[in-house]
């Protein structure tokens, strides 16, 4: 059984630019929830989609947007980056939510220079 | 609002060593608690999930405890190898949030 798959592994972008992050979840899989990893904060919640609906949203900046498809793949889109956007973004996908066992990807390594 | 913090920081055993993992929380009407072990640069590995109604889970040389009223739980790694060196991190999850994260334990086991 495929794990969790996040593209790309690594992205090196500009300030101003945006990005779009992808994560395919485990197949049958219908929760999928973004976290931020930095040094300074640890891993923080971002969101998390359920059946196509985003369901909670972390303390972040309106800069930060994701959306879910019918398939269950998540894309993550962060715009006008700036340097602190700089982090692992890892994407954690579930059968059901919250009750049950979470499994993350690898992550996406985003530098912004 | 949940704060979930983990001690010791860092820990270095030598091999073999039998080791105690601790994890603290604030809040302690949690739905559940789930641990992961993160090596440099990779994603996180799920090692055991624990609900609310259940005081231990176990996981081969891995026991992951639960005392709710006490905002406590400690993981145990029975015979340690090198090859449990990583950051092991607790997350909680109460009735309708997603995860908090401790800041993790950095283990290594020297051979």
């Known amino acids: 059984k495929a794990g969790v798959t996040q593209t790309p592994r690594y992205l090196i972008k500009t300030r101003g630019q945006q990005v779009t992050l992808s994560c395919s979840p485990i197949?049958?899989?219908?929760?999928v929830s973004w976290y931020q990893q930095t040094p300074g904060q640890g891993l923080q919640f971002l969101f998390e989609?359920?059946?196509?609906?985003?369901?909670n949203k972390g303390n972040f900046p309106g800069r930060f947007s994701g959306r879910q498809f019918s398939n269950s793949r998540s894309e993550m889109n962060v715009s006008t980056l700036e340097l602190g956007d700089s982090a692992l973004y890892l994407c954690?996908?579930?059968?059901?939510?919250?009750?049950?066992?979470?499994?993350f990807g690898q992550g996406t390594r985003l530098t912004v220079v | 609002k949940q704060e979930v913090t983990q001690i010791p920081a860092a820990l270095s055993v030598p091999e073999g060593e039998n080791l105690v993992l601790n994890c603290s929380f604030t809040?302690?009407?949690?739905?559940?608690l789930q641990w992961f072990r993160q090596d440099p640069g990779k994603g996180l590995t799920s090692l055991l999930l624990?609900?609310?109604?259940?005081r231990e889970q176990t996981s081969g040389r891995l026991n992951a405890s639960l005392d709710k009223s006490s905002g406590r739980s400690t993981l145990y790694i029975a015979a340690s190898q090198p090859g449990d060196s990583a950051t092991y991190l607790c997350?909680?999850?109460?009735?309708?949030?997603?995860?908090?994260f401790g800041p993790g334990t950095r283990l290594s086991v020297l051979p």
């Open positions: 954690a996908s579930s059968p059901y939510g919250r009750g049950t066992e979470a499994f």
């Open positions: 197949s049958g899989h219908r929760s």
């Open positions: 989609y359920f059946s196509e609906t985003q369901r």
């Open positions: 809040d302690s009407a949690i739905y559940n």
């Open positions: 624990i609900q609310s109604s259940q």
């Open positions: 997350a909680v999850r109460n009735y309708g949030q997603n995860f908090v």
